[in-house]
T-cell receptor
Framework: GAVVSQHPSRVICKSGTSVKIECRSLDFQATTMFWYRQFPKQSLMLMATSNEGSKATYEQGVEKDKFLINHASLTLSTLTVTSAHPEDSSFYICSAREGGNTEAFFGQGTRLTVV | GENVEQHPSTLSVQEGDSAVIKCTYS??????FPWYKQELGKRPQLIID?????GEKKDQRIAVTLNKTAKHFSLHITETQPEDSAVYFCAARESGGYQKVTFGTGTKLQVIP
């Protein structure tokens, strides 16, 4: 099956700093990537959708200036959490899809802890 | 936008019994319904899916049913085993736009040996 690799798997950062998370499709070209946030014991909440070469589309309530998403190539999307605060601590997970009507595959997720 | 509700939030069954998880969705245009199993700290894994042109699908001990009219779909696990213990999410994918996937709230399944 298709492989999506997400790095880092865990990161601890200080309040006020920025953290970049990478999501790579290893064996297919991902025209669309999705970024989710999952708080403990809760569901996956879609943050934004990105298509290669265009600006990301953010869900209502998600600050685009705080969660910067770049989908510069067909195999890589990045999520940068800027000026992180403890309330940003969460499990961030990406998924990638090759084309329309195809299955989306998940990365292994990133556990972000802001101290 | 799409809204997916899932019940129950927790479910405990004896090993060998069946488990049923139910979901409803709001957007009649959604046409693909995957189910995911997620273990603690891991990525969701697709276990079965169903498209809107099909009413039922089975894969060994797992089956899914879809009632498009009522906008209900359900996951059935038979002969449960301790390794089935996990959190299960239903989801609905929109047919247009970016084909976003909306997840249900999750069901924590515990299979008691």
């Amino acid at each position: 099956g298709a492989v999506v690799s997400q790095h880092p798997s865990r990161v601890i950062c200080k309040s006020g700093t920025s953290v970049k998370i990478e999501c790579r499709s290893l064996d297919f070209q991902a025209t669309t990537m999705f970024w989710y946030r999952q708080f403990p014991k809760q569901s996956l909440m879609l943050m934004a959708t990105s298509n290669e070469g265009s600006k990301a589309t953010y869900e209502q309530g998600v600050e685009k200036d705080k969660f910067l998403i770049n989908h510069a190539s067909l195999t890589l999307s990045t999520l940068t959490v800027t000026s992180a605060h403890p309330e940003d601590s969460s499990f961030y997970i990406c998924s990638a899809r090759e084309g329309g009507n195809t299955e989306a595959f998940f990365g292994q997720g990133t556990r972000l802890t802001v101290v | 936008g799409e809204n997916v509700e899932q019940h129950p939030s927790t479910l405990s069954v004896q090993e060998g019994d069946s488990a049923v998880i139910k979901c409803t969705y709001s957007d009649s245009a959604s046409n693909y319904f995957p189910w995911y199993k997620q273990e603690l700290g891991k990525r969701p894994q697709l276990i079965i899916d169903i498209r809107s042109n099909v009413g039922e699908k089975k894969d060994q001990r797992i089956a899914v049913t879809l009632n498009k009219t009522a906008k209900h779909f359900s996951l059935h696990i038979t002969e449960t085993q301790p390794e089935d213990s996990a959190v299960y999410f239903c989801a609905a994918r929109e047919s247009g736009g970016y084909q976003k996937v909306t997840f249900g709230t999750g069901t924590k399944l515990q299979v008691i040996p």
